[in-house]
């Protein structure tokens, strides 16, 4: 596990705002209550609880709590305590059985059964069902944050004891992309519906808290870092709020978007790691109306003379990294060897511009000005590109503007942000109607390179260095969220993807994959 530790002083009392937009750019949050408990309950409030640790978080009261309409980062921290789903993902981005006790796959490859664990258990004692999951994968597949998961998920059902998943391609590995958290199925729609992890939410007039869960299914098994009978929850309204309740009282652990635009900055002693989030920061060419784009030998360069590096450190402050390859550096298929070859080199793109005919004016790159960090790395992009010999000015729209220009095709290139999934598919861009491939960027023969990508982790490398040297898109850097912590409250904490609290429950997919002989 990486970890980053950072020693400094406390500087001040009082820090600006980087920005006025919305807290998760690309993720409108929904709103919602916590469930209330009566203020008669026999709920054991934080103050009653005897914890040997001492740990605190925060939440926004007023913002949903419901796994599948839920966006904010914040509220999200807390699901890894309160939920789970057929499989996690480590920071390795390893699948990891947890509900699922057993599973095949069919002869043909297309079908996944699935089976639960006997012994799970709702956080009220309840089994959890087939239907349960049944119930929390529709609402999901609905969901803004799950849905993009669902494009080769031809359907799901249960029978019996089974839960069955169909997928319109070969898929090597869709456990990845089952970590869903399931709740109670008459719950799905509910503010905060019950799961079956470690903690319940609760509150009360005064207070909100997560709860420990008692004789919890799994405890024997859990490898959890996180151990206190009772969690605090500060009620937060912004992220200053947030970073001021963490330096100077006592909330001690928090999840941060260093790459938004409220992002407030951490100045004293602290711990530190990174989490990662699927977030890709990439440049798109408009190869459908633009001549000079519509081959690749332009839009090919353009990967070396962007310098990723300078862009990271300058104005992501390193909480992004530089990519040459459509995927996270934790990706296990992600070739350092491979990026090496794509990254930033002035010298073989100067050289390459004078062999080719280039476009008579300016080249325009569109950018969302309501994200700043985006605007800069756009003003960086174009200096840069300008500096080394191709013109390139930036042009500057509000969210729905950029919008429009994109789907009416009015920019030479664009600056966007979007969240892959876990098993990093590139369909979105490629397939035909594919909800990213705007104005040419799809194509028949990268679209096939990512379904033999999902169909064999191996080939990956193939879709990568396609996409490098097709250059419709140009990936720039992959951003995740930070973890700050009191110094020794969760020495051990491994934050893994959309799971800052991440635990085993000491198996692995070899001890729940059911290998069937079909020769016989």
């Known amino acids: 596990m990486k970890k980053l530790t950072a020693l400094l002083l406390c500087l001040s009392l009082c820090l600006g705002l980087l920005g006025c937009v919305p807290e998760d750019r690309e993720y409108?949050?929904?709103?919602?209550?916590?469930?209330?408990d009566s203020p008669d309950s026999d709920a054991t409030s934080p103050t009653e609880a005897e914890a040997e640790q001492e740990l605190t978080l925060t939440i926004y009261s007023d913002r949903s709590t419901n796994p599948f309409t839920c966006s904010d980062y914040t509220n999200r921290t807390l699901f890894s305590?309160?939920?789970?789903?057929?499989?996690?993902?480590?920071?390795?981005?390893?699948?990891?059985?947890?509900?699922?006790s057993r599973y095949q796959v069919s002869q043909d490859g297309k079908t996944y059964t699935f089976y639960l664990d006997e012994k799970a258990?709702?956080?009220?004692?309840?089994?959890?069902?087939?239907?349960?999951?049944?119930?929390s994968l529709y609402a999901a597949k609905g969901s803004d944050f799950y849905g993009g998961r669902f494009t080769h998920i031809e359907g799901f059902w249960a029978d019996g004891a089974a839960i069955f998943v169909t997928v319109s391609t070969l898929m090597e590995n869709l456990p990845i992309l089952l970590d869903i958290p399931i709740v109670k199925a008459d719950q799905v729609n509910s503010e905060a519906p019950l799961g079956s992890g470690p903690y319940t939410l609760h509150s009360t007039i005064t207070s909100a808290y997560l709860?420990?869960?008692?004789?919890?299914?799994?405890?024997?098994?859990?490898?959890?870092?996180?151990?206190?009978?009772?969690?605090?929850?500060?009620?937060?309204?912004?992220?200053?709020?947030?970073?001021?309740?963490?330096e100077f009282y006592d909330l001690n652990l928090v999840c941060a978007n260093p790459?938004?635009?409220?992002?407030a900055d951490f100045r004293c002693d602290y711990e530190l790691w990174d989490c990662e989030n699927g977030e890709m920061v990439f440049l798109a060419c408009n190869v459908a109306y633009r001549d000079f784009f519509q081959t690749s030998t332009l839009r090919s360069l353009l990967t070396y003379g962007i310098d990723r590096n300078t862009i990271a450190e300058k104005y992501y402050q390193g909480f992004a990294r530089a990519v040459t390859l459509p995927a996270s550096t934790y990706f296990p298929w992600y070739s350092s060897g491979l990026a090496a070859k794509y990254e930033?080199?002035?010298?073989?793109f100067t050289e390459a511009l004078e062999n080719i005919t280039l476009p008579s004016r300016d080249l325009v790159l569109l950018v969302n000005g309501d994200d700043t960090l985006r605007l800069q790395a756009a003003r960086e992009i174009a200096n840069q590109l300008t500096a080394l010999g191709l013109p390139t000015t930036v042009n500057v729209q509000d969210h729905q503007s950029f919008l429009d220009h994109i789907y009416a095709g009015n920019y030479d290139m664009y600056l966007g942000c979007t969240r892959l999934s876990a098993n990093m598919d590139l369909s979105a861009f490629y397939q035909s109607g594919g909800s990213l491939s705007y104005n040419g960027i799809a194509s028949n023969s990268l679209y096939q390179l990512c379904l033999d990508a999902l169909e064999n982790r191996g080939n990956y490398y193939n879709l990568h260095q396609e996409v490098a040297e097709d250059g419709r898109i140009v990936p720039l850097l992959f951003c995740g969220y930070a973890v700050y912590a009191t110094r020794g409250v969760l020495s051990d904490l491994e934050p893994a993807r959309d799971n800052v609290f991440h635990y085993t429950l000491g198996r692995t997919m070899e001890d729940v994959l059911v290998t069937i002989d079909y020769s016989s």
């Open 344 to 348: 930033y080199d002035p010298e073989k």
């Open 121 to 135: 258990t709702f956080s009220d004692g309840s089994r959890v069902t087939p239907e349960d999951v049944i119930a």
């Open 259 to 263: 790459c938004s635009d409220l992002y």
């Open 28 to 36: 409108v949050p929904s709103g919602g209550q916590l469930i209330m």
């Open 211 to 246: 709860r420990r869960v008692g004789s919890w299914w799994c405890e024997a098994d859990a490898n959890l870092v996180v151990t206190a009978d009772s969690i605090p929850l500060v009620p937060a309204q912004t992220p200053a709020q947030i970073r001021d309740e963490f």
């Open 81 to 100: 305590l309160i939920y789970q789903g057929l499989f996690a993902v480590n920071r390795d981005y390893e699948a990891e059985p947890i509900l699922c």
